[in-house]
Nanobody
Framework: QVQLVESGGGLVQAGGSLRLSCASS????????RAWFRQAPGKEREFVSS???????YYADSVKGRFTVSRDNAESTADLQMNTVKPEDTAVYYC????????????????WGQGTQVTVSS
C-alpha cells in the first residue's frame, strides 16, 4: 500500500522556524504533485502549499513569503520550511499527493499522510 508519512512537527515559539518532511513508500509519487494542507481545531482543512513534479510552486496568501516548499524526486520526499511562524499557523499539517499542483481543493488529492501537529506559542 502506498503511503505518505510526515515528520518534523512540534512546538515552536512565534517567530521561530520548523521544517516538515513528507516521505513516500513508493516511486509512484515521483511524477505526482505534492502538497501541504493544514487543519486547525473546528476549521476545515485548508491549502498551504504545493509543488509540481517539475518544481513549480504555489502558496496560500497566508504563508507566502514565510513558507517554502521543496521536493527531492530522487528520494521521493517533499519538505515544507516554515519561517517566522505565527500562533495562527497552529494546526495539524498533512502531506498529500495528486495530479495537479494548481489544485487547492483537498478533494482533488488522492493520497494523504496521517498528519503532524504544529503548535506555535505566543
Amino acid at each position: 500500500q502506498v503511503q505518505l508519512v510526515e515528520s518534523g512537527g512540534g512546538l515552536v515559539q512565534a517567530g521561530g522556524s520548523l521544517r516538515l518532511s513528507c516521505a513516500s513508500s513508493s516511486r509512484t509519487f515521483t511524477n505526482l504533485a505534492r502538497a501541504w494542507f493544514r487543519q486547525a481545531p473546528g476549521k476545515e482543512r485548508e491549502f498551504v502549499s504545493s509543488i509540481s513534479w517539475s518544481g513549480a510552486t504555489y502558496y496560500a496568501d497566508s504563508v507566502k513569503g514565510r513558507f517554502t516548499v521543496s521536493r527531492d524526486n530522487a528520494e521521493s520526499t517533499a519538505d515544507l520550511q516554515m519561517n517566522t511562524v505565527k500562533p495562527e499557523d497552529t494546526a495539524v499539517y498533512y502531506c498529500a499527493a495528486g495530479t495537479q499542483a494548481t489544485q487547492t481543493d483537498p478533494a482533488r488529492y488522492n493520497y494523504w499522510g496521517q498528519g503532524t501537529q504544529v503548535t506555535v506559542s505566543s
